[in-house]
């Protein structure tokens, strides 16, 4: 379907919530998104997909109680991500949003990301404004060093690597499944994965409210699972970029080096700030060999 008919037809969406222990929550996100997509004049028809990921309270029995309203319920925890990928695997509908159960994400904002989305865009994005997303000074320098690692990868500005509001196709999304988590990092994986495609990616600002219960993330582990994430998307779609790294740290090391041995006058950090030069060319060359080799898997997948 080409844009210009995108712009002009209604839309049926499928919205996917994963939940986990969210009783408190999960009514008054449903009711908003039932009020919100009901009176949607782009909107031709919806369901809610409720993936339950092993709650402990009564969110599946307040879920099954609402309109259009499917659950999947987790016999355990199974990860963010993975609440995620079930959901859309059981989707009605072409046209994914994702949104939080804790009450978060200010779903009136969804019709303007479904408008952006007919524009043609691959995927449209909430980014988070407001006091309530600077949330922890300890989460403020985690997704500031993370926001730093995702620009370095895929070359562009990103205004919020990991927000849990998005637009999509779920037949491209599905394509991915094997490189995006199964934990909190699907969002930042998948923003990762379709800019490195090349996909048309917009962010659209929102306000970010104060969430009903607790959060669910664990600083430490979900951000070392997010950078094993993108270091694994990197290898496989943008290798040389590791090297790139490893090759400025030996030669920054390699110039420290002789800069020592210089102030010093010893011969032998010298020396070893030359090897550390003659070593960085040959991982040089190696990330070189890397890319080669993708491209060429590549071109073998397509024939």
């Known amino acids: 379907m080409d844009v210009n008919s995108m712009k002009n037809e209604k839309i049926s ?13 999960i009514t008054k996100t449903a009711d908003e998104i039932h009020s ?3 009176a949607c004049p782009i909107v031709e028809d919806y369901e809610i997909i409720v993936v339950d ?3 402990s309270d009564e969110t599946s029995e307040i879920a099954k109680s609402f309109k259009k309203t499917r659950v999947i319920r987790h016999p355990h925890n199974a990860g963010y991500g993975q609440s995620l990928k079930d959901g859309i695997l059981e989707a009605s509908f072409d046209t994914i949003v994702i949104t939080d159960a804790d009450f978060t994400y200010p779903f009136d904002e969804v019709p303007s990301l479904l408008e952006k989305y007919r524009e043609g865009f ?9 006091p309530e997303y600077r949330e922890s000074y300890f989460k403020s320098p985690m997704r500031f060093l993370l926001k730093i690692l995702v620009e370095f990868t895929v070359g562009r500005r990103v205004p919020d690597v990991n927000s849990g509001l998005r637009v999509f196709s779920r037949e491209i999304a599905k394509r991915h499944f094997n490189q995006l988590s199964i934990r909190f990092s699907f969002t930042t994986s998948i923003t990762v994965v379709y800019m490195l495609l090349n996909k048309f990616v917009v962010y659209v600002p929102i306000p970010y409210r104060s969430r ?17 994430y993108i270091i694994l998307i990197i290898a496989n779609y943008h290798p040389i970029k590791i090297f790139i790294v490893i090759v400025l740290f030996l030669l920054l090391l390699s110039f420290a080096c002789i800069a020592t041995g210089v102030f ?8 070893l700030g030359v090897v550390g030069i003659m070593f960085s060319c040959v991982v040089f060359a190696l990330g070189l060999l890397a890319d080669l080799l993708r491209q060429i898997l590549a071109l073998s997948l397509d024939d």
């Open 13 to 25: 969406v499928s919205v996917v919530v994963p939940a986990y222990n969210e009783a408190g929550a």
């Open 36 to 38: 919100v997509l009901s």
């Open 53 to 55: 990921d092993g709650s």
């Open 122 to 130: 691959d995927m449209v994005v909430g980014a988070r404004t407001g």
């Open 212 to 228: 009903i219960g607790k959060s669910k993330i664990r600083i430490l582990r979900d951000s070392l699972i997010t950078l094993q």
């Open 264 to 271: 010093l006058g010893a011969a032998t950090p010298i020396w």
